[in-house]
C-alpha cells in the first residue's frame, strides 16, 4: 500500500510537471507567433528594431544598440522599434526582423542593410580599410575595456543609475550578471590585466580616434559614415552612461574633439535624443 501511494504520488508529481512544461510551451509559442505577426503588419521593408528598454541618459545601455539604430537613422531607412523581444536568435541585442526574416549582430545587420539597400559610403580603398580598422577597435577592443569598469571595478552599480524602473528583483540579477562578464573578461583576456593597464589601453583607442578625426567634422570628410555611428555610439555610452568612469574624464578632458565630434554626430542624426530617454526631457536645441 505504501508503495503505491508512492508511486501515485510520484507518478502525479511527474504529470504536473509535464503539463506545466507543456503550458508553458504552449504559452511562449503563442506568444512569439502574436509578436511576429504584430511585427508583419507594420508593413513591408519596415524594420523592427529589438532593443533593451530606453536609458536614463542615453536612447540605451548597449552601444551596439546606438549603434545600429543610429545606422538606420543615417541611412533613412523606416524601423519601428521593439521592447518586447530584445534578445535574437543569437542571444545577442540587437537584431532586427525584416519582412519575416531575423538578422542579429550589429554589425552583420549594418553590413545586410547595406547590401538590400546598395548603400555605399564612397571612400578610397585606403579610407576603407581605415573605416574597418576603426570599428573592429571599438567593437572589440575599447568596448572590453570598458566592461571591466562596469563589471569589476563597479560592479554593476551603473545599471541601475542609467535605468529608469529597475525591476525589484535586479539587484539579485546584477551580482550574477557580473559574475558572468569578469568570467567572459578574463577569457577574453583584457580582465587579466590591472585596471592601470586597462585605462592605459582605453586612452591609447581614444587617441587614436582622436587622432584620425583630426578637424573633419567626421572622421572622413563633411557628413558621417557607417563608420561615424559605430565610434559615436561608443563615445556616446562613455559621455552618457559612464560619467564616474575615468573614461569620462579622459574624453572630457584629454580629448575635448572626441566630445565635440560626439555632439555634432548627436545633433545631426538624433534631434529628439532627449525626447527617446526615460523620463523623457523637454527637447533641447543640440550643439553642433
Known amino acids: 500500500m505504501e508503495t503505491s501511494s508512492i508511486l501515485w504520488a510520484s507518478t502525479s508529481v511527474i504529470t504536473f510537471v509535464v503539463m506545466v512544461t507543456a503550458t508553458l510551451y504552449l504559452y511562449t509559442y503563442l506568444l512569439r507567433k502574436n509578436r511576429r505577426f504584430a511585427w508583419g503588419s507594420l508593413g513591408r521593408d519596415v ?123 535586479y539587484k539579485w540579477l546584477v551580482p550574477m550578471q557580473c559574475w558572468r562578464m569578469r568570467n567572459a573578461l578574463w577569457h577574453q583576456g583584457m580582465g587579466r590585466h590591472t585596471f592601470r593597464e586597462v585605462k592605459g589601453f582605453v586612452k591609447q583607442d581614444l587617441a587614436a580616434i582622436a587622432g584620425y578625426l583630426g578637424d573633419k567634422p567626421f572622421l572622413f570628410g563633411d557628413e558621417p559614415c557607417q563608420t561615424d555611428c559605430a565610434v559615436f555610439a561608443h563615445l556616446a555610452n562613455i559621455l552618457y552612461n559612464y560619467q564616474r568612469s575615468p573614461f569620462y574624464a579622459m574624453v572630457t578632458n584629454d580629448f575635448p574633439k572626441l566630445s565635440e565630434y560626439a555632439s555634432r554626430v548627436r545633433a545631426k542624426l538624433w534631434p529628439n535624443w532627449y525626447l527617446l530617454l526615460d523620463p523623457a526631457q523637454p527637447q533641447r536645441r543640440l550643439s553642433t
Not at 58 to 83: C, G, H, Q, W
Not at 140 to 151: A, D, F, K, S
Request: hydrophobic share 40%; glycine share 6%; charged share 25%.
Open 47 to 169: 524594420v523592427v528594431l529589438h532593443i533593451s528598454p530606453r536609458g536614463r541618459f542615453a536612447p540605451n545601455m548597449s552601444p551596439f544598440a546606438i549603434k545600429l539604430e543610429t545606422f538606420l537613422r543615417l541611412a533613412k531607412i523606416p524601423y519601428k522599434v521593439d521592447f518586447e523581444e530584445p534578445f535574437g536568435p543569437k542571444g545577442k541585442t540587437p537584431w532586427i526582423t525584416l519582412n519575416g526574416e531575423e538578422l542579429t549582430d550589429s554589425q552583420l545587420v549594418m553590413q545586410e542593410l547595406a547590401r538590400r539597400y546598395e548603400l555605399t559610403d564612397n571612400l578610397t580603398v585606403e579610407q576603407q580599410a581605415v573605416a574597418r580598422a576603426l570599428t573592429v577597435m571599438v567593437d572589440e577592443h575599447l568596448i572590453w575595456g570598458l566592461r571591466v569598469w562596469r563589471y569589476d571595478v563597479d560592479r554593476g552599480q551603473g545599471f541601475s543609475e542609467c535605468m529608469n524602473n529597475v525591476p525589484f528583483y
